[in-house]
């Protein structure tokens, strides 16, 4: 007892004053919550609104771009991919390069009359052999309406611009051009096949070194599959070269296509400009402003739109996070499992004809 006070009475005192103190210190700390989620709601609102504006302003620009660059009798085609890691594209920019793309590419080209300019733009790693085989081929059938009527070296109707990278695929659809201008940094790459996931010419090396009957059924029948594919390219990037990229007076000369689809070089390795030119390619690095311009406006707007697309009630509750643009959702779980999910979906698409390049 204190001066009379009841130690009990003191002890609840206390207590309640302790109690009194937490019931504070939370409300207090449950307001700086409040506080914290309505300013990372705010701030999210700001950014979502400055990507929009910047989307806005360089949607603008790349549509200017085009109608300058496509003035007069000149045919604009421009194959700019989102090069991002994202299992699904940003602003729903093609990845690679895939059938509706080439069917609208080849669509404006057999329109195009016989005294049309082309300008092909590539920013692509490539993608599927088919569509790029139908691009290419689409060129040189434009080509051959002005057979005779144009120098392909001095006077070039078909110009493949390059101010980044133009691999596989890509590379193929400007092997087609009469000149490709790239920027010094650029680089093409090799137009050997991805078959099952796989560079074609890998079968071949697994079955000599473990034999077919140590080597998994599967494996056997898509080096089959490659081989006979392997032979097709060949042939395909061999009629699809355009002659200004061989050696003057030597219009069957194949060394360039036989170089490029052979399978010995590994399939990202980069070609500069003047390793292209080495080759006998018709290569300049002349790219005009104009084309820098396109290119880096799209990219822009590719990376300027919002990764995840839900409602701002979602984003701001914090749900819907594992959405994706489109309402697909991102794939998740054992790496494990998710690498054979990966190669049995590339097996189907090989089976059935997509075949990457």
């Known amino acids: 007892m204190i001066d009379g006070i009841d130690n009990s009475v003191l002890i609840g005192s206390v207590a309640a004053a302790l109690v009194l103190l937490a019931l ?3 409300a207090i700390m449950a307001h700086i919550n409040r506080q914290q989620t309505t300013h990372d709601r705010q701030q999210i609102v700001k950014l979502r609104r400055k990507r929009f504006a910047d989307y806005a302003a360089a949607k603008q620009e790349y549509e200017r771009l085009r ?3 496509e003035t007069g009798n000149t045919v604009l085609i421009d194959l700019i991919h989102d090069l991002g890691d994202d299992f699904v594209g940003r602003d729903s920019a093609q990845q690679q390069i895939a059938f509706d793309e080439a069917f609208e590419a080849v669509a404006s080209i057999r329109q195009a009359n016989a005294r049309a300019n082309i300008v092909v733009v590539l920013h692509t790693l490539g993608g599927y052999a088919r569509p790029a085989h139908m691009i290419a081929q689409a060129l040189k059938q434009h080509l051959k309406k002005a057979k005779g009527h144009h120098n392909p070296r001095r006077e070039p109707k078909v110009v493949a611009y390059i101010p ?17 201008a790239m920027d010094p940094t650029a680089s093409l790459g090799p ?12 079968y071949k090396a697994l079955l000599e070194q473990k034999g077919v009957l140590a080597t998994q059924d599967v494996l056997v029948m898509l080096a089959h599959e490659a081989e006979k594919y392997d032979q097709y390219a060949l042939k395909v990037a061999r009629q699809i070269v355009n002659p200004a990229h061989k050696p003057h007076g030597k219009p069957n000369d194949n060394s360039l296509a036989d170089h490029l689809a052979s399978g010995r070089l590994s399939h990202s390795q980069a070609i500069s400009p003047k390793e292209a030119k080495d080759l006998g390619m018709n290569v300049s690095p002349k790219v ?18 919002l990764e995840y697309e839900t409602s701002d009630q979602d984003d701001d509750e914090g749900e819907g996070h594992g959405r994706a643009s489109g309402g697909h959702t991102r794939r998740s779980g054992d790496p494990g499992e998710e690498a054979k999910q990966r190669l049995d979906h590339q097996i189907r698409q090989s089976l059935r004809g997509l075949v990457r390049i």
């Open 67 to 69: 109608k300058k660059i």
């Open 164 to 180: 980044y990278v133009a691999m596989s695929g890509g590379t193929m659809i400007a092997l087609a051009a009469d000149k490709v």
């Open 288 to 305: 005009p402003e104009t084309i820098y311009g396109l290119v880096d406006a799209r990219i822009r707007m590719i990376n300027t739109r």
């Open 24 to 26: 504070i210190g939370f």
């Open 191 to 202: 137009i050997d096949t991805i078959y099952g996931g796989f560079p074609s010419d890998a």
